[in-house]
């Protein structure tokens, strides 16, 4: 009973990176975690490894890519009775080295289907299963990443992300259509695309959905986190030279640690109650540095995209 009593939030991609040490700074404020992975052997080991309290943290299965997938872990989550008082979008795939698309189960292209459309179908089938306790609402936070902003450093290096008009959803990225823009195939600019709209997602999410259930939507961008998992596709020079780059250069970097506390406070401090907010930090590598609401990209604030993207978004994965 007592385990039921504690705060539970979902964390996506639990199974390492930043995910897994949202996962454990969470566990440390005495919540109980949900680690939603592909691979629940590998995520149960590297739980243990970290040393997050057994009785902190349960592990459900899900491949985000896969929409089905989606649909039986939103019922074995809501099978355990536990309520949901935070759910974090944070798995990713970045696949930079490919030169043909990989597709998933439905046919979409797999970076948009794993980063926005799985977490998309999630958030809304979760959506009415929030809970408010009496001292703080419910919360939804989805990373974020510099590159989708070209107003900032990171995020001028090409390609740039750009999603047209939303051609690809519009065709429902039948083959051989891609992208999002309906435009040839380009891995780097399919994540940076999907991350775009992650941002457009939970700023619609606050637009049409904030008032009425008094959830507080937002995103984050903990930092450079360079030596994380997610750039295990890119080439092995790049994964040694570029945490050496951010650390000794840019220091931009942040290590996955840090960027997990990051993560734990946006969904559970008093701070961070502000809803429909982009949370950046300055410098980003120091504890003392100050978090702030960062200015999304032109894209991402665009709303008319946002409404459209949603609808379409709504269509492809069966909500609309």
């Not at 080295?97 to 799985?118: D, F, I, Q, V």
């Not at 990443?145 to 939303?166: A, F, M, Q, S, Y």
Request: hydrophobic fraction near 40%.
């Amino acid at each position: 009973m007592e385990q039921q009593q504690k705060l539970t939030a979902i964390v996506t991609g639990a199974s390492s990176g930043v995910g897994l040490y949202a996962a454990k700074a969470l566990a440390n404020r005495d919540w109980h975690v949900v680690m939603a992975c592909r691979d629940v052997a590998k995520t149960e080991k590297a739980a243990q490894a970290l040393g997050i309290p057994r009785e902190n943290y349960s592990i459900l299965q899900v491949d985000l890519a896969s929409l089905e997938s989606v649909r039986y872990f939103v019922k074995d989550f809501l099978a355990t009775g536990r309520s949901l008082h935070a759910l974090v979008c944070n798995a990713a795939i970045y696949m930079p080295l490919l030169k043909e698309p990989l597709r998933s189960p439905e046919g979409y292209e797999l970076s948009m289907a794993t980063n926005h459309l799985g977490h998309f179908l999630m958030c809304n089938l979760l959506l009415n299963h929030f809970a408010h306790t009496s001292t703080r609402a419910a919360r939804l936070v989805i990373l974020g990443t510099v590159t989708h902003n070209p107003d900032e450093l990171g995020g001028k290096i090409p390609p740039r992300p750009d999603l047209g008009n939303l051609e690809g959803f519009a065709a429902g990225f039948k083959d051989p259509i891609t992208m999002a823009d309906g435009k040839a195939f380009e891995s780097v600019k399919a994540y940076k695309d999907s991350k775009v709209c992650n941002v457009l997602t939970m700023r619609e999410l606050h637009r049409r959905y904030h008032e009425s259930t008094g959830i507080i939507f937002s995103s984050l961008y903990p930092g450079c986190v360079a030596d994380t998992p997610l750039f295990r596709n890119h080439y092995p020079l790049f994964q040694k030279i570029f945490p050496w780059f951010q650390k000794n250069i840019t220091g931009g970097y942040v290590s996955q640690e840090l960027a997990g506390e990051r993560v734990a406070m946006v969904v559970a401090d008093d701070e961070f109650k502000q809803s429909g907010i982009y949370w950046s930090w300055g410098n980003r590598q120091k504890k003392d540095r100050q978090s702030f609401a960062q200015r999304v990209s032109p894209q991402a604030r665009d709303d008319e995209r946002a409404e459209r993207m949603w609808d379409l978004s709504a269509k492809l994965v069966g909500v609309a």
